[in-house]
């Protein structure tokens, strides 16, 4: 049998989202062949986020500084709010540097099969931000799943009545995709709103 | 962007196998979303590791004592050892206590493709403990892809001079399989091995 701490680390990998309790146990084998090049910076980079990393109390990025780097930034326009379910679609979005505004992480979506209600996520948090005054257009940019929707409809209907503009992302063909591998949802959507060219 | 940190831990998960980049960083999201309960038992787990494991001198196993359980108990069968690629063989081997004997972890397999030489495992540290004596049986228990059996094969010749019984694992149906599941070297084998009923 494996030593008490294997089976720890073991089990601790085989939580993360993509790994199984076998591809964990290969994962522990790689790091313990490779302790320096691979057990000990796994370990600094995962002491560093704990130690460093705290949430933003105003948007819910994840940065060493609170508030972060992103709302903390004079150059951004504070007239442009982007609402996105997780800090990885706030990564995705702002990597590509094309928002120019802030964001607001929610920290899910509803969802009636996983019992995720609204007082589950930082809803009450955005409508005091938009409240607040200074926004014009607030950006939904959930997910194009029914849950992602579901939740934009629901923020919609609480922030109707504040002076903002409310949009969402584009649906459409995704730039190199090919038409005969789209779903027909897609396609409807492109369809209809399709522009006059050049 | 995420922060330095977060790319720093993204990268390191990301060179664990079965995990690429993107599912990298979803489980960094999800250590960031669940700090006491996946972010700091991880952390724990990976710095036990770290700091009490050490190898075998002897057979290779990974352990928190050197000379490591198996080869300091003495209730074992010094007459018998098993040797294997890799220490989750020994592992696997150990955790169905099925060997009363002690093992020989080869670090790797014999394998032109990726310039496994003889000199890159721990063959040198086997063929020193059968020629010192007091061993019976020696089970090549590798791998039963062509590298494994290549190593195999390589192990019988080193050994051949001393006067050990050398075995290996039998090959045939894996017990709950499907025989039109079975690839044909399998079923040859099985079939080649059969024995009478009952």
Known sequence: MASP?????????????????RSARRAVLHLLK?????????????????????????????????????????RRDARALCVVEDVADLWALDKSRLFPGRFHVLGGRLSALEGVRP????????????????????????????????????????????????????HGVPVGGELDYLDEGTLAQALRARRPLG
Chains 1, 2 share one sequence.
């Open 119 to 170: 007082e589950d996520l930082s809803i009450d948090a955005l409508v005091a931000r938009v409240e607040a005054g200074g926004i014009d257009e607030v950006v939904l940019a959930m997910n194009a799943t029914l849950e992602g929707q579901t939740t934009a409809h629901y923020l919609a209907e609480r922030l109707e009545r504040f002076p903002v503009r409310l949009t969402q992302l584009a």
């Open 34 to 74: 490779r302790r320096e090049s691979a057990l000990e910076p796994l370990l600094r980079a995962l002491d560093a986020v704990n130690e460093r990393l705290v949430t933003c109390g105003i948007c819910g990025n994840v940065d060493t500084v609170d508030p972060c780097g992103i709302c903390a930034d004079q």
């Open 5 to 21: 701490e294997i089976e720890a680390l073991t089990q601790a990998l085989s939580r993360l989202p993509g790994l199984g309790p």
